[in-house]
Each structure stands twice: as C-alpha cells, then as structure tokens.
Nanobody, 118 residues
Framework: QVQLVESGGGLVQPGGSLRLSCAAS????????MGWYRQAPGKERELVGR???????NYADSVKGRFTISRDGAKNTVHMQMNSLKPEDTAVYYC????????????WGQGTQVTVSS
C-alpha cells in the first residue's frame, strides 16, 4: 500500500500563486508517474498534469505555461507550482501515483482545496 500526503492548498486571489506538494510513503513501481488531478464542484475529475520517473512532463491545455510539476525522486515527492491562478482553477486537487508512465492512477491522495477568489 502507498500513502500519499498532500499539502499547500488554500485561498488565493486571481493572478496569485500556490505550491502544492505530495509525499508518497514509498514507490513500488520502477517506471511510474506522479501528478495531479482536480475536481471542481459539479464537474468530472480531470488530469492537470503528470511527471514520469524519467522526468517527462505533460499538462492539460488549460494550465500549460502556468503550472509546473517537479519531482524529488530521492524523497518520493512531487510539487506543483501554480502561477497566474484563475477562478476557474478552483477545485479539489488530488495527487496520484500510477504504475506506468501513462496509465491511470493506482493510488490517490486525500485531496487539497484550492480556491481562487477575490
């Protein structure tokens, strides 16, 4: 079993920044990916972005150029720097670990709320 602990959510004004972090208790897959989904009220959960154990990243079009995912492999930790935040970024953000580079999540974090509002 893998536990994921998230931190860094909160309330921020439009145009502001937040940094989310997610620490995994262990990574049991040699070729894996970590990243983030988000779910806004009344909407389906959507992929925000991911980073593979090889360091490759990909992002949803809606966050490209504004969000950056990085990873500390030695600490099994992933970070997401979110800049130029918009009200439509308001959602619960969920960290995940996947067993291959591009498969669906095998483990989820508990979620952290991000609210962008003036």
């Amino acid at each position: 079993q893998v536990q994921l602990v998230e931190s860094g959510g909160g309330l921020v004004q439009p145009g502001g920044s937040l940094r989310l972090s997610c620490a995994a208790s262990r990574i049991i897959f040699s070729r894996n990916a970590m990243g983030w989904y988000r779910q806004a009220p009344g909407k389906e959960r959507e992929l925000v972005g991911r980073i593979t154990s090889a360091g490759t990243t990909n992002y949803a079009d809606s966050v490209k150029g504004r969000f950056t995912i990085s990873r500390d492999g030695a600490k099994n930790t992933v970070h997401m720097q979110m800049n130029s935040l918009k009200p439509e970024d308001t959602a619960v953000y969920y960290c995940f670990v996947a067993s291959t580079y591009y498969s669906g999540p095998n483990y989820w974090g508990q979620g952290t709320q991000v609210t962008v509002s003036s």
